[in-house]
């Protein structure tokens, strides 16, 4: 079953707003990580977040966990064209760590 | 310092045919997860190995597919007798660790079954 769910599936903004896409997941887990994949290309890896860490900084980018409420968000401030791709959150379960992925968010940044 | 490297790329087979996918894992890697990706959808794991064993393969189909990760060379995933629904992008992770550690994705190698 899909464990990580994006929200929104969907989203276009103007080049300098910020975005803000949302993750919720149904069990408990080790660690959350953010991906980007351009259209047709590979996955490129964000942040990873703990279970126990509470929001976490890269750049432009800002990732918060709640796990109370099964959740993350991922905001990426000053948006620019190149930042035009789908973004996943997957979670990391049990010894094995095999990430679970949602469907992603399609951000599409118009210049 | 590679990243994790897939070949080929792209793979067209006829439905009945074998198709080997290979990864190499970033250097100091040894641990590997394969995943597959429907057009417009996430990405589904299928197993997860280390260095010649097998951990994970909960996410693997039990007919046609397997998957090795030798001591030396790069991992593989095999299907045997492609059919058309295995058409997909199939990407490749490596870690350094199995918990708690970032896994970082290979280009990908994209099937067509024709």
């Known amino acids: 079953s899909q464990q990580g769910e994006e929200d929104p599936q969907a989203l276009s903004i103007q080049e300098g707003e910020n975005a803000t896409m949302n993750c919720s997941y ?5 660690n959350l990580q953010w991906y980007r994949q351009n259209s047709g290309r590979g996955l490129v890896h964000l942040i990873l977040i703990r279970s126990n860490e509470r929001e ?26 190149a930042d035009t791709a789908s973004y996943f959150c ?12 949602g469907k992603g968010t399609k951000l599409t940044v118009n210049p | 310092n590679a990243g994790v490297m897939q070949n080929p790329r792209h793979l067209v087979r006829r439905r ?4 080997r996918l290979r990864c190499s894992p970033m250097k100091g890697h040894s641990h590997v997860y394969w995943y597959r990706q429907l057009p417009e959808e996430g990405l589904k ?9 097998i951990i994970d393969e909960s996410g693997m189909p039990k007919e046609r597919f397997s998957a090795e990760f030798p001591k030396e060379g790069p991992s593989i995933l095999r299907i045997q007798q492609v059919v058309r629904g295995d058409s997909a992008a199939y990407f490749c992770a490596s870690s350094w ?8 994705f290979g280009p990908g190698t994209r099937l067509t079954v024709t």
Not at chain 1, 93 to 100: H, P
């Open chain 1, 26 to 30: 149904k069990t408990s887990i080790n």
């Open chain 1, 56 to 81: 976490k900084h890269s750049g432009r980018l800002r990732v918060t966990l709640d796990t109370s409420k099964k959740s993350s968000s991922l905001l990426i401030t000053a948006s620019r064209a």
């Open chain 1, 90 to 101: 997957a979670t990391g379960q049990g010894g094995s760590e095999k990430l679970v992925f």
């Open chain 2, 16 to 19: 009945g045919q074998e198709a």
């Open chain 2, 45 to 53: 794991f299928m197993v997860y190995l280390q260095k010649e064993n």
């Open chain 2, 97 to 104: 660790g199995a918990s708690g550690y970032e896994q970082y």
